[in-house]
Nanobody, 124 residues
């Protein structure tokens, strides 16, 4: 059993940056692929970025490539999502998800564990 916790969300002006982090309680994130997704009320949860369990590969939503960067440091048991040049349309609840020995998956269905989400609000 893995409990994921996201942190780093908040209110930021358009053009600014935030760095979200994902960590686990009860288990280490080492050997888990981690994905980031976001969701606004009434809409489908949307893929943002993902990294495989070893950190050797990653994936991004095409529209976010170049602005968002996913990274991990298994010695620190943490996965980060660096969010730059933020836009109002990036406003959402951001979730991290984990899959044991997974690859960088772009859909929600394969992930085994989900965090509670952290709110990101970008003002215009």
């Amino acid at each position: 059993q893995v409990q994921l916790v996201e942190s780093g969300g908040g209110l930021v002006q358009a053009g600014g940056s935030l760095r979200l982090s994902c960590s686990a309680s009860g288990r280490t994130l080492s050997k888990y692929a981690v994905g980031w997704f976001r969701q606004t009320p009434g809409k489908e949860r949307e893929f943002v970025a993902a990294i495989n369990w070893s950190g050797e590969s990653d994936a991004y939503a095409d529209s976010l490539k170049g602005r968002f960067t996913i990274s991990r440091d298994n010695t620190k048991n943490t996965v980060w999502l660096q969010m730059n040049s933020l836009k109002p349309e990036d406003t959402a609840v951001y979730y991290c998800a984990a899959e044991y020995f997974g690859r960088a998956r772009v859909t929600t269905t394969q992930y085994d564990y989900w965090g509670q989400g952290t709110q990101v609000t970008v003002s215009s």
